[in-house]
């Protein structure tokens, strides 16, 4: 069993920054991508940022310049670094992996509100 445990969600002033974590824990062989999806009220859960093993990245248009997402393979985090946060950026952020025999796993998601 793998588990992805997510922190630095919270509330922050519109300009403001926030840095969330995400570890991996368990039973790992091995994790091809890690990153981060967000989910706001009625809408769907929506890529933010990945980072594959080769280093590859893939942020969602909305968040490109704001928003950075690193790793520490050997550690198997992941972090995101948000800046210049705007009210629309306020959701439920959940950390995801892809694990190489478990698949697509997630953690249980920190919120990030973005208000004055």
């Known amino acids: 069993q793998v588990q992805l445990v997510e922190s630095g969600g919270g509330l922050v002033q519109p300009g403001g920054s926030l840095r969330l974590s995400c570890a991996a824990s368990?039973?790992?062989?091995?994790?091809?991508?890690m990153g981060w999806y967000r989910q706001a009220p009625g809408k769907q859960r929506e890529l933010v940022a990945t980072l594959t093993n080769g280093g590859t990245t893939n942020y969602n248009d909305s968040v490109k310049g704001r928003f950075t997402i690193s790793r520490d393979h050997a550690k198997n985090t992941a972090a995101l670094q948000m800046s210049s946060l705007k009210p629309e950026d306020t959701a439920v952020y959940y950390c995801?992996?892809?694990?190489?025999?478990?698949?697509?796993?997630w953690g249980q998601g920190t919120q990030v509100t973005v208000s004055s």
């Open positions: 368990g039973s790992i062989f091995s994790i091809t991508i």
């Open positions: 995801y992996a892809y694990e190489f025999f478990k698949g697509r796993l």
